[in-house]
């Protein structure tokens, strides 16, 4: 028995429509995008008190998304656990096009994009997150193209050792960005545990995303599909979230606890729409709810439990990436401490922020930039099985004995 | 040697040469070349003091003073006027009494600038002689130095503004990040920085710009004889910018 | 090499993305060499006043490499505080307008210097 990859027919009107929508949200990005250029980026109603708006909080929620893909990948090139080797290829191209996507939002979101392509490689700042990276991203997205490269041609040294690089260095890269903020100055931003929440919220959401992917696509095309895969993953889900939740405890519990710290923790708690976001969003839909669901016996071991389940996961990490970059560009930075700026020509106090319908279309036309390459890859590349199932022991041997 | 093997060879030599080029140039691109002897800066320490007890809470003429020399922009809306020099207004309690200050605040030209370590293309940087300045020709907008800034004082050309008061100047365009540089282009011919000419204009004279590394200057011993602060000493960034009374 | 991993079937539209970026590519560098090729315009010197004799490189030089320069003052007065005597705002001493100077050449290689946005040139 081996593994057949096959692509997919691609001429249904389900397909064409889904090309369809994906090329029209890109084409309205574009144009939104060209708009800012052209006009400054007032109009997407950022300001000099909230400098980051929702592009932002799209990259790194992007960026966090390619990391469970890559663990999904990683159970067979890294773990070498057979039965998930069928979803590898569609892991590791999943896992480049959202790296794509975190880098497409972060470059539409400069205010000289002329100039990205250029500076940032000629003159380098070493002590710049920002500068460390880019680097960081591109390697990653180099590494899974050689990856995907292995995959393809079934080269068996050399994906296990690319998968192991890749596993590594896709932790530098969650670091890395978790760092951009952890390492920040704003009293809410600036937290060594950030990186480390950070790369335990891009498993989880990750790891939901891939299975909502795989069953999606699984039982639109009709192939074969075990639940118990499905249920190992959900499993695994229900780990990262229960880190997920300890992170967000103990960052928060000490901010509340410390003196100087109290009153930006009663801000970010209780202080506005963010905490809506944080409490509902993140701490209720995105880990209780969806744990519950995984832990509990009549719904965890169903594929309907744990898809559920998934499909809240990816809504409340993008909540969690909201209220990370949010709230601590809103909350003022202290001055004075001890007095109370009363006037002032700037915006003093703590800011608002809204968004705006040209955030969105550019943050729709990213998702329609890589939602065309993943539909693009489905149909040209073979990255699809042609069946995924739970192996016997004796297949197990054999394809381990003729692999050698 | 086969065609495959000269591909492969001639490939890891371009690699070879070429990654090290660039490693090179990222490398020796960390530091300014500080040692420089033609550089007229080196050995210089610019530092400010402003006296609160001499600035009058209702004039605003430092202000206009700076918007008109730097070709700041200006819209009219909070959101989005730049303001390298403002002034702010600060109530609290010492004891049972009530006290109100009004504080012009500016960059604070740090020691230990927090916007230029972050900056990814050495667009912030600090001069040689203590100035925190932008190179507006290189800065990307990333408005990560805004992120940095634990003094609000860095802003961003959100919009164009088509007035150009001061021709000879040149303005910036939109997208890029800006801060006060001190009026360094005075400053590098001998002249004193626009808001303290404006300041001496108007008779407050409470806007005092000198050398600090200058031991005689009148800057060095308002500093080391009079209880000057800082704005949030305990960060660590080493501002250069002294408030007499606040 | 063997592309198994391909849909062999559409292996052609699978090129178009491809290939489009390789035309876009194309474009951009195909119209610079057009550029390049055809005739300098004629632009026009003003000397109001007749304070210079010449410029401060010869005509040649200036003609090609004039951003070099622009650019080394640049780095000079922005980096290093070296403010000398050459500079955007002594051009304009001789070479008055933009529309009949700087834009002539900038035009005809295509060329959109982002300067005059800043830099006041009238």
């Given at each position: 028995m081996d593994i057949k990859f096959d692509s997919i027919e691609g001429d249904s009107t389900q397909y064409r429509l889904m090309m369809l929508t994906f090329a029209s949200f890109a084409v309205a990005g574009f144009i939104a995008t060209w708009y800012v250029i052209e006009h400054g980026l007032w109009v997407t109603g950022m300001?000099?008190?909230?400098?980051?708006g929702l592009q932002i909080v799209m990259a790194v929620y992007y960026i966090g998304l390619s990391a469970g893909s890559l663990v999904i990948s990683g159970l067979y090139g890294v773990f070498g656990k057979l039965e998930y080797k069928p979803f590898a290829r569609i892991a590791v191209y999943l896992a480049m096009l959202f790296l794509i996507a975190g880098l497409l939002s972060i470059l539409t979101d400069q205010g000289r994009i002329d100039r990205v392509f250029v500076e940032p490689f000629v003159y380098f700042?070493?002590?710049?997150m920002f500068s460390i990276n880019p680097i960081l991203y591109i390697g990653h997205i180099l590494i899974c193209l050689l990856y995907l490269w292995a995959l393809f041609y079934e080269r068996k040294k050399l994906t296990s050792v690319v998968a192991t690089l890749a596993f590594g260095w896709a932790f530098c890269v969650h670091t890395g960005t978790g760092a951009i903020f952890g390492f920040g100055a704003r009293v809410l931003y600036e937290s060594p545990l950030l990186p480390a929440s950070f790369v335990a919220a891009a498993m989880a959401s990750g790891t939901a995303l891939m299975i909502l992917m795989i069953v999606g696509l699984f039982r639109i095309t009709k192939r074969r599909l075990d639940d118990e895969l499905i249920i190992w993953l959900g499993r695994f889900l229900a780990i990262c979230l229960l880190v997920v939740v300890y992170f967000m405890f103990v960052e928060n519990a000490y901010r509340a606890y410390v003196v100087e710290l109290r009153d930006a923790a009663m801000y970010y708690l209780f202080g506005g729409l963010h905490s809506l976001f944080f409490w509902?969003?993140?701490?209720?839909?995105?880990?209780f709810i969806p744990i519950f669901l995984l832990f509990y016996r009549k719904t965890g071991k169903t594929v309907r439990g744990i898809v559920i389940a998934s499909a809240l996961v990816v809504f409340g990490v993008l909540c969690e990436r909201y209220v990370i970059v949010l709230p601590g560009l809103t909350h003022p930075p202290e001055?004075?401490?001890?007095?109370?700026?009363?006037?002032?020509?700037?915006?003093?106090?703590?800011a608002s922020y809204s968004l705006s319908i040209l955030e969105i279309l550019q943050a729709l036309g990213v998702f329609g930039v890589i939602g065309f390459l993943f539909g693009w890859g489905l149909k040209y590349l073979k990255l699809l099985p042609t069946e995924a199932r739970i192996l016997k022991h004796y297949e197990t041997t054999e394809i381990i004995s003729r692999e050698k | 040697m086969d065609r495959r093997d000269f591909i492969k060879t001639a490939g890891g030599l371009i690699l070879t040469v070429g990654s090290g080029t660039y490693a090179f140039r990222i490398l020796s691109a960390t530091g300014v070349s500080a040692s420089d002897p033609s550089n007229p800066l080196i050995g210089k320490k610019w530092g400010m003091v402003i006296d609160l007890n001499k600035c009058r809470s209702d004039c605003t003429d430092c202000l206009t003073a700076c918007r008109t020399e730097n070709n700041v922009s200006y819209h009219g809306d909070s959101r989005w006027d730049n303001h390298w020099i403002r002034k702010v207004k600060i109530e609290g309690e010492v004891g049972h009494t009530k006290i109100e200050k009004t504080v012009p605040l500016l960059c604070n030209h740090c020691d230990n600038p927090p916007c230029a370590q972050v900056c990814p293309v050495k667009a912030t940087y600090k001069r040689d002689d203590g100035i925190v300045i932008v190179d507006h020709h290189r800065c990307i907008g990333c408005r990560y130095c805004m992120i940095a800034c634990p003094y609000n004082a860095r802003q961003f050309n959100f919009k164009n503004d088509d007035d150009w008061p001061n021709a000879d100047h040149p303005k910036r365009s939109h997208g890029v990040a800006e801060a006060c540089n001190l009026c360094a282009h005075r400053l590098d011919v001998g002249q004193m920085p626009a808001c303290v000419e404006a300041c001496q204009k108007c008779g407050a004279n409470a806007i005092l710009v000198g050398d600090l590394n200058d031991r005689k200057s009148e800057i060095n011993r308002i500093t080391s004889t009079l209880p000057v602060k800082r704005i949030r000493e305990d960060l660590g960034t080493e501002p250069k910018v002294y408030y007499l009374g606040l | 090499m063997k592309m198994d991993f391909v849909n062999n079937k559409n292996i052609v539209f699978a090129a178009i993305p491809i290939l489009i970026i390789l035309v876009l590519i194309l474009y951009g560098v195909l119209s610079n060499v057009v550029a390049i090729g055809s005739e300098p315009p004629q632009v026009v010197l003003e000397r109001p006043d007749a304070k210079y004799d010449k410029c401060v490189r010869d005509t040649e030089y200036m003609r090609f490499h004039h951003w070099e320069l622009l650019r080394e003052i640049r780095e000079n007065v922005v980096r290093f505080g070296k403010r000398g005597e050459v500079g955007l705002n002594k051009c304009?001493?001789?070479?008055?307008s933009r529309v009949n100077f700087c834009d002539q050449c900038h035009h005809a290689v295509s060329m959109s210097p982002d300067c005059f946005g800043c830099h006041n040139y009238p």
């Amino acid at each position: 028995m081996d593994i057949k990859f096959d692509s997919i027919e691609g001429d249904s009107t389900q397909y064409r429509l889904m090309m369809l929508t994906f090329a029209s949200f890109a084409v309205a990005g574009f144009i939104a995008t060209w708009y800012v250029i052209e006009h400054g980026l007032w109009v997407t109603g950022m300001n000099n008190r909230v400098p980051w708006g929702l592009q932002i909080v799209m990259a790194v929620y992007y960026i966090g998304l390619s990391a469970g893909s890559l663990v999904i990948s990683g159970l067979y090139g890294v773990f070498g656990k057979l039965e998930y080797k069928p979803f590898a290829r569609i892991a590791v191209y999943l896992a480049m096009l959202f790296l794509i996507a975190g880098l497409l939002s972060i470059l539409t979101d400069q205010g000289r994009i002329d100039r990205v392509f250029v500076e940032p490689f000629v003159y380098f700042n070493l002590q710049s997150m920002f500068s460390i990276n880019p680097i960081l991203y591109i390697g990653h997205i180099l590494i899974c193209l050689l990856y995907l490269w292995a995959l393809f041609y079934e080269r068996k040294k050399l994906t296990s050792v690319v998968a192991t690089l890749a596993f590594g260095w896709a932790f530098c890269v969650h670091t890395g960005t978790g760092a951009i903020f952890g390492f920040g100055a704003r009293v809410l931003y600036e937290s060594p545990l950030l990186p480390a929440s950070f790369v335990a919220a891009a498993m989880a959401s990750g790891t939901a995303l891939m299975i909502l992917m795989i069953v999606g696509l699984f039982r639109i095309t009709k192939r074969r599909l075990d639940d118990e895969l499905i249920i190992w993953l959900g499993r695994f889900l229900a780990i990262c979230l229960l880190v997920v939740v300890y992170f967000m405890f103990v960052e928060n519990a000490y901010r509340a606890y410390v003196v100087e710290l109290r009153d930006a923790a009663m801000y970010y708690l209780f202080g506005g729409l963010h905490s809506l976001f944080f409490w509902v969003g993140l701490i209720v839909i995105g880990c209780f709810i969806p744990i519950f669901l995984l832990f509990y016996r009549k719904t965890g071991k169903t594929v309907r439990g744990i898809v559920i389940a998934s499909a809240l996961v990816v809504f409340g990490v993008l909540c969690e990436r909201y209220v990370i970059v949010l709230p601590g560009l809103t909350h003022p930075p202290e001055l004075f401490p001890g007095m109370e700026i009363t006037e002032s020509l700037l915006q003093e106090g703590i800011a608002s922020y809204s968004l705006s319908i040209l955030e969105i279309l550019q943050a729709l036309g990213v998702f329609g930039v890589i939602g065309f390459l993943f539909g693009w890859g489905l149909k040209y590349l073979k990255l699809l099985p042609t069946e995924a199932r739970i192996l016997k022991h004796y297949e197990t041997t054999e394809i381990i004995s003729r692999e050698k | 040697m086969d065609r495959r093997d000269f591909i492969k060879t001639a490939g890891g030599l371009i690699l070879t040469v070429g990654s090290g080029t660039y490693a090179f140039r990222i490398l020796s691109a960390t530091g300014v070349s500080a040692s420089d002897p033609s550089n007229p800066l080196i050995g210089k320490k610019w530092g400010m003091v402003i006296d609160l007890n001499k600035c009058r809470s209702d004039c605003t003429d430092c202000l206009t003073a700076c918007r008109t020399e730097n070709n700041v922009s200006y819209h009219g809306d909070s959101r989005w006027d730049n303001h390298w020099i403002r002034k702010v207004k600060i109530e609290g309690e010492v004891g049972h009494t009530k006290i109100e200050k009004t504080v012009p605040l500016l960059c604070n030209h740090c020691d230990n600038p927090p916007c230029a370590q972050v900056c990814p293309v050495k667009a912030t940087y600090k001069r040689d002689d203590g100035i925190v300045i932008v190179d507006h020709h290189r800065c990307i907008g990333c408005r990560y130095c805004m992120i940095a800034c634990p003094y609000n004082a860095r802003q961003f050309n959100f919009k164009n503004d088509d007035d150009w008061p001061n021709a000879d100047h040149p303005k910036r365009s939109h997208g890029v990040a800006e801060a006060c540089n001190l009026c360094a282009h005075r400053l590098d011919v001998g002249q004193m920085p626009a808001c303290v000419e404006a300041c001496q204009k108007c008779g407050a004279n409470a806007i005092l710009v000198g050398d600090l590394n200058d031991r005689k200057s009148e800057i060095n011993r308002i500093t080391s004889t009079l209880p000057v602060k800082r704005i949030r000493e305990d960060l660590g960034t080493e501002p250069k910018v002294y408030y007499l009374g606040l | 090499m063997k592309m198994d991993f391909v849909n062999n079937k559409n292996i052609v539209f699978a090129a178009i993305p491809i290939l489009i970026i390789l035309v876009l590519i194309l474009y951009g560098v195909l119209s610079n060499v057009v550029a390049i090729g055809s005739e300098p315009p004629q632009v026009v010197l003003e000397r109001p006043d007749a304070k210079y004799d010449k410029c401060v490189r010869d005509t040649e030089y200036m003609r090609f490499h004039h951003w070099e320069l622009l650019r080394e003052i640049r780095e000079n007065v922005v980096r290093f505080g070296k403010r000398g005597e050459v500079g955007l705002n002594k051009c304009k001493e001789c070479h008055t307008s933009r529309v009949n100077f700087c834009d002539q050449c900038h035009h005809a290689v295509s060329m959109s210097p982002d300067c005059f946005g800043c830099h006041n040139y009238p």
